[in-house]
């Protein structure tokens, strides 16, 4: 303890596509507090998905502060978001626009750039200097939160990744800024490593991660064919690779490990889709126990979704722009197309798992979606293989936590924030599903060929 008598802890903060989480957590990974602040998912038009950058961005992340601060003696904090994002910001430095998320249709790529695989930052970058000019500056949703943390417009330079080809060597290239409308100055403040970018009241503040490298960290799946799955609204899955390895309609990127990568990517299977269809059909009664009721159903009658609600992002996860239901019976009620969404993110898993051509050893679920049950059973169900159900859903904002043990210097390595994994339990396949789970399977990928 500390002479204040509260313990020694950092504090992560996550914003989230829905929310905003942070968690204050000592050295052993214990969480002493933790908040959730959701905010409104928005979507616009076709094919566009956008936030409340203000609320979101900004004032979220202060609110979170507040709320975990007090528990205990904080040493350092750092934020994890999504990649990419970004929005327009005035002369105060708050946003006065929507902040543009992955996926959105605004961050087309730009001809005649050179292609590197995900050109959607610049796309974005390019649609608000045309909306904009005169913005202070345009920040994605890292720099925003440090911003009204610590007053700093700071970025740390592997979220910067996110911005290739704009990216040249350790800074903006001016060139390129200057053919989009921009200038390096309204771009942030690049920070390597992990010495902080400011402070908070004294306390030192990391200029910032990735949301997928916290969870990833703090995952403890190092072995090769370890599968890492994050089901928040966006679902992730990769595979670990024992090397560098190219792979048509996937990604491939390092692991936080030596002599490891990660071979998968993203798709509008997880949070995005899920919701989607409560919306539409209603969550159980209250009293009904969901979990039983999905498990009682007739494994081999159900109807198979596509959960393409927004175009994705690899063509493994599907081409199409839009969703579809197929094979709705009259005698279908509310739980099959609950199972049926729920499995449609198994059938994307498995799907990354073939084409990325390395044999599965299990599955390590991450995120907000392993507090339900339903969903880990129909993913161990849809792959086959065991699902080991982390037992922290504020994944990423545990694994920024550990991020600011190195901005405090209290720790030399993000690989050793495997120590703080720890496993709620393990959802072994069904038997009777596994049969008529692989016909829908077969069906699944005719389909997404046949795009």
């Not at 722009?321 to 994307?348: C, I, Y």
């Amino acid at each position: 303890m500390t002479a204040k008598g509260r313990p020694p802890v950092t504090i992560g903060i996550d914003v989230g596509t829905t929310a905003t989480k942070a968690v204050a957590v000592d050295e052993t990974g214990t969480i002493i507090a933790r908040t959730r602040r959701p905010h409104e998912l928005r979507v616009p038009g076709p094919g566009m998905l956008e936030v409340d950058a203000a609320a979101a961005w900004y004032r979220g992340p202060q609110q979170a502060w507040r709320d975990v601060q007090d528990p205990g003696d904080p040493k350092a904090a750092c934020v994890a978001a999504m990649v990419p994002s970004l929005t327009a910001v005035d002369g105060r430095s708050v946003p006065f626009g929507p902040g543009l998320l992955y996926g959105d249709a605004r961050g087309r790529a730009i001809a005649g750039l050179p292609p590197v695989g995900n050109e959607e930052w610049v796309g974005f970058l390019r649609h608000l200097a045309g909306l904009h000019p005169s913005a202070a500056g345009f920040w994605p949703a890292q720099t925003v939160a440090n911003h009204a943390l610590a007053g700093v417009a700071a970025l740390d330079t592997a979220t910067a990744m996110a911005a290739l080809p704009l990216l040249a060597g350790t800074g903006w290239d001016e060139a390129l800024c200057s053919e989009i409308g921009v200038r390096t100055g309204q771009l942030p403040r690049l920070v390597a490593g992990w010495e902080p970018a400011g402070d908070i009241d004294g306390v030192p503040l990391g200029a910032g991660t990735v949301d997928g490298l916290a969870e990833l960290t703090v995952a403890d799946a190092t072995d090769v064919g370890d599968v890492i799955v994050t089901l928040g609204s966006t679902l992730l899955c990769w595979i670990v690779s024992d090397g560098w390895r190219e792979v048509d309609g996937l990604w491939t990127i390092p692991h936080v490990v030596p002599d490891r990568c990660l071979v998968g990517g993203p798709s509008n299977a997880g949070g995005l889709f899920w919701d989607r269809v409560r919306a539409m059909l209603g969550d159980p009664p209250a009293g009904e126990d969901l979990d039983a009721a999905l498990a009682a159903l007739d494994p081999g009658d159900l109807p198979l979704w596509l959960p393409s609600i927004h175009p994705e992002r690899t063509p493994v996860a599907g081409r199409a722009p839009t969703a579809s239901l197929l094979g709705l019976e009259a005698t279908h009620r509310r739980e099959h197309l609950h199972r049926a969404a729920l499995e449609t993110a198994g059938f994307v898993v498995r799907r990354h798992i073939h084409v990325a051509g390395i044999t599965p050893r299990r599955i390590v679920a991450t995120g907000g979606g392993t507090a339900v049950g339903a969903w880990m059973q129909a993913l161990a169900d849809c792959t086959g293989l065991a699902v080991h159900v982390g037992a922290v859903p504020e994944s990423a904002a545990l694994g920024a936590a550990f991020a600011a043990r190195l901005v405090a210097g209290l720790e030399t390595d993000l690989a050793d924030g495997a120590r703080w994994a720890t496993t709620a339990r393990i959802v072994e396949p069904a038997e009777r599903w596994i049969g008529p789970v692989e016909a829908r399977y077969r069906r699944f990928v005719t389909l997404l060929d046949g795009e």
